[in-house]
């Protein structure tokens, strides 16, 4: 059971629950434990991976466990499965 409709529900909110923040690359984590790369000042491809790293959190939350669905449906993948799993988030 869903806390909330499966349409306000976001595959980037799912994915940042479960193993925390969207990185493509690790020396875009922001923890205060890391110590930071030694070559973040001259680096060229950092800011092609903050891009990256937008883009891709920008399309996850926008789609939804609803959306999934209708993609699944579209695919012909059908409600009953061969298995039960039970996942909580």
Same mark, same amino acid.
């Given at each position: 059971m869903?806390?909330r409709?499966?349409?306000e529900?976001t =595959?980037?909110?799912?994915?940042?629950?479960?193993?925390?923040p969207?990185?493509?690359?690790?020396c875009l984590a922001?923890?205060?434990?890391?110590?930071?790369?030694? =070559?973040?000042q001259g680096?060229?491809?950092?800011?092609?991976?903050k891009?990256t790293?937008q883009?891709?959190v920008?399309y996850y939350?926008s =789609?939804s466990i609803?959306d999934?669905?209708?993609?699944a449906?579209?695919?012909?993948?059908s409600r009953?499965?061969?298995?039960?799993?039970?996942?909580?988030?």
């Amino acid at each position: 059971m869903l806390s909330r409709d499966p349409s306000e529900i976001t =595959v980037g909110e799912i994915i940042t629950a479960a193993q925390g923040p969207i990185v493509p690359v690790r020396c875009l984590a922001q923890d205060a434990k890391r110590k930071e790369c030694e =070559v973040i000042q001259g680096c060229i491809t950092r800011h092609i991976w903050k891009q990256t790293q937008q883009l891709l959190v920008d399309y996850y939350n926008s =789609v939804s466990i609803s959306d999934l669905c209708t993609m699944a449906r579209k695919q012909g993948v059908s409600r009953d499965l061969d298995h039960k799993y039970m996942y909580f988030i």
